[in-house]
C-alpha cells in the first residue's frame, strides 16, 4: 500500500503541474494570441480535474486497477511533454519579440513563423484529449470515486524518536528560540516571519508565485475540504475568517519571488491571526529575504569551528550507512559503498516501467529515463531501439570507472539523439571520442541538462543557444575545448575548466 502511494502521489504530481500551467495567465495569453485551440485546452484541463479527484480511490483499489494507472501515467506524462513544448515555444516567442515594442507585430510575428508548430500542437492537444476521454469513462467502468485521502491520526511516541540533524545545532537552536518567542513586533501585527536564508535541503525550485493558487492551498489545509471559490477577495475573506483568533504555523518553501505587492496580497489575511502566530520562509535568495522577514534573517551557511562541511558530511555518511541505506561493496578490494541492494530493489519497484537501468538486450519502449554502463565502444547495435522512443526523457551514460574512455558511435550521437524530442537530461560524459555536436541539437528544445565532460568536443554548434530551457552545461576537463571566452546569447561569458 505505502508503495501504491507513491505512485499515486507522483501521478498527482504531475497533474497539478499540468493543472497549474493550463491556468498560467501567460501560458494562456499564448493561446489567445496564436492559432493554438484554448477551447481544447479546457477539455484537457476539466478531463484532468476528473481523473485527479479518483487517484486516491485508484490507490485504494492499486491491485485491481494498476493497469489502469499505468496507462494513465503514460497519458499524463505525453501531456506534461506536449505542454512544455508549448511553453518552451512561448519563451522562445518572448526572447524574440522583447525588441517589440507593440502587441500587434508581435502577433504578427508569431502567426507568420509557426503556422505549421500549431497545427502540429494542435492534433495532438486534441489527442491527448481523447485520450483522457477514455480514462474518464473507465474511471466509471471500475467504479473509480472521490475519496479524501486518509490521514494517519496515530499519536507517534516521540520519546523513543531522535531526530537527526547533522552539523546545525546552532541554528537548530536558533530557529527553536524564534519559533518559541512571542518576539518585538514592531509592526503591531500579530503575524511574525522568520526568514532562512541559504542552501539546505530542497529537492525542488519552485518561482510560480500564484497568489490564488497559494490561498487556495492554504484553504482547502485549513478547513480539509476542496476549496471550489474562484474569487481571489472572497479566499481571502474566508482564510482571514478561519484564522481568527487562530495561533498557526506556516512554512513555505524555497521561495523565490521578491515583488513586495506579491507578499503582501499573501499575507494580509494572516494578520487576523492570534498573537505569536509564525511564517517561515526558506528562500536562497537575498533580496526575497528583505521583502518577507520580520525576525532577523537566519542564515544557513558553512559552520564555523568545531564542525567543517567535511566532517558535517562524514556525519552525513555514517548515518546513512548505521541505517543500511548504503553498504560496503564486498566485491571490491578497496574500501567502496554501493547503495543497499533492498533500497535499489525498491527504488527500481517504485520507479516502475518509466525508469531502465539498462545492462544488456532490448530497451522496453515504455522506458523514459534511461542509464546504462558505457562499454569500451558503445556501437549503435545496443541502441536499436532508441530510434522509435519518442518520449525518453533521459540518456545517463555511467563509465565503469573514473578513467575509463568509450567510444560513441555518430549514428547514435549525431542521428538518433537529435530525434528524441522530449529529453530533458542528455549525458555525453567520457565519450572521448566526441569533437563536435550536430546542428540538429537545436531540436532538443526541451533539453535542460547537457554534459559534455571528459570529451574532446572542440565547438558547441549555435544551435545550442537556443535551447532556451537548458540550465546546466558541464565542460569538465574538455582539453582540447576552444571555450574560454564563449558568448551565450550574447548575455554573459562562461570558461571552460
Known amino acids: 500500500m505505502a508503495l501504491a502511494m507513491v505512485g499515486e502521489a507522483l501521478i498527482s504530481a504531475s497533474v497539478e503541474i499540468l493543472l497549474n500551467r493550463i491556468a498560467s495567465t501567460e501560458f494562456r495569453d499564448f493561446f489567445f494570441i496564436t492559432e493554438l485551440n484554448v477551447s481544447v485546452l479546457d477539455e484537457v484541463k476539466i478531463k484532468l480535474l476528473a481523473l485527479n479527484v479518483v487517484l486516491n480511490d485508484a490507490e485504494e483499489k492499486h491491485i485491481t486497477v494498476k493497469a489502469w494507472v499505468d496507462e494513465l501515467k503514460d497519458v499524463v506524462y505525453d501531456a506534461e511533454d506536449l505542454l512544455d513544448a508549448i511553453n518552451t515555444e512561448s519563451l522562445g ?40 476521454e477514455h480514462f474518464v469513462k473507465q474511471k466509471d467502468i471500475l467504479g473509480l470515486q472521490s475519496v479524501s485521502r486518509r490521514v494517519s491520526c496515530r499519536t507517534a511516541t516521540d520519546s523513543l524518536i531522535e531526530s537527526v540533524v547533522v552539523a546545525r545545532e546552532d541554528e537548530k537552536e536558533k530557529l527553536l528560540n524564534m519559533l518559541l518567542s512571542d518576539g518585538d513586533n514592531k509592526n503591531n501585527n500579530n503575524i511574525e516571519v522568520i526568514t532562512i536564508l541559504g542552501m539546505g535541503a530542497w529537492a525542488w525550485v519552485s518561482d510560480d508565485f500564484d497568489v490564488f493558487r497559494l490561498t487556495k492551498k492554504i484553504v482547502e489545509s485549513l478547513t480539509m475540504k476542496d476549496c471550489h471559490n474562484t474569487n481571489l477577495d472572497v479566499l481571502r475573506v474566508e482564510l482571514k475568517n478561519n484564522l481568527r483568533e487562530k495561533k498557526f504555523l506556516l512554512v513555505l518553501d524555497d521561495l523565490w519571488n521578491d515583488k513586495y505587492s506579491d507578499w503582501h496580497h499573501l499575507t494580509t489575511p494572516f494578520s487576523s491571526g492570534k498573537k505569536g502566530s509564525k511564517i517561515i520562509v526558506t528562500t536562497r535568495q537575498q533580496r526575497v529575504a528583505k521583502v518577507t522577514h520580520t525576525f532577523p534573517i537566519c542564515f544557513l551557511q558553512q559552520p564555523h569551528g568545531e564542525k567543517p562541511m567535511e566532517l558535517a558530511g562524514a556525519e552525513c555518511f555514517d548515518e546513512l550507512l548505521f541505517r543500511s541505506l548504503i553498504e560496503k561493496d ?82 547514435v550521437s549525431h542521428i538518433w539523439l537529435p530525434k528524441l524530442r522530449c529529453l530533458r537530461i542528455l549525458s555525453l560524459c567520457q565519450y572521448t571520442n566526441i569533437t563536435e555536436l550536430p546542428d540538429s541539437i537545436g531540436y532538443l528544445v526541451l533539453l535542460q541538462y547537457l554534459d559534455l565532460s571528459y570529451t574532446s568536443i572542440k565547438r558547441l554548434p549555435d544551435a545550442t543557444f537556443k535551447l532556451y530551457k537548458l ?15 564563449m558568448m551565450i546569447s550574447g548575455s554573459f561569458t562562461v570558461g571552460s575548466s
Open 93 to 132: 516567442s518572448k526572447v524574440k519579440g522583447e525588441s517589440t515594442k507593440f502587441t500587434s507585430q508581435v502577433r504578427s510575428l508569431l502567426s507568420s513563423r509557426f503556422t505549421k508548430f500549431h497545427r502540429s500542437m494542435n492534433s495532438k492537444l486534441e489527442a491527448i484529449s481523447r485520450r483522457l
Open 330 to 411: 564486498k566485491t571490491k578490494a578497496k574500501e567502496k559503498f554501493r547503495m543497499h541492494n533492498l533500497i535499489y530493489d525498491l527504488a527500481k519497484l517504485v520507479s516502475g516501467k518509466c525508469y531502465c537501468y539498462f545492462e544488456s538486450g532490448e530497451i522496453p519502449g515504455t522506458v523514459r529515463h534511461l542509464a546504462f554502463l558505457t562499454k569500451w565502444c558503445d556501437v549503435s547495435r545496443r541502441f536499436e531501439g532508441l530510434y522509435d522512443m519518442n518520449s525518453l526523457r533521459t540518456f545517463r551514460p555511467q563509465p565503469r570507472y573514473p578513467d575509463f574512455e568509450s567510444y560513441l558511435t555518430k549514428m
Open 471 to 485: 540550465q546546466t552545461l558541464k565542460l569538465t576537463n574538455c582539453r582540447q575545448t576552444c571555450l574560454r571566452k
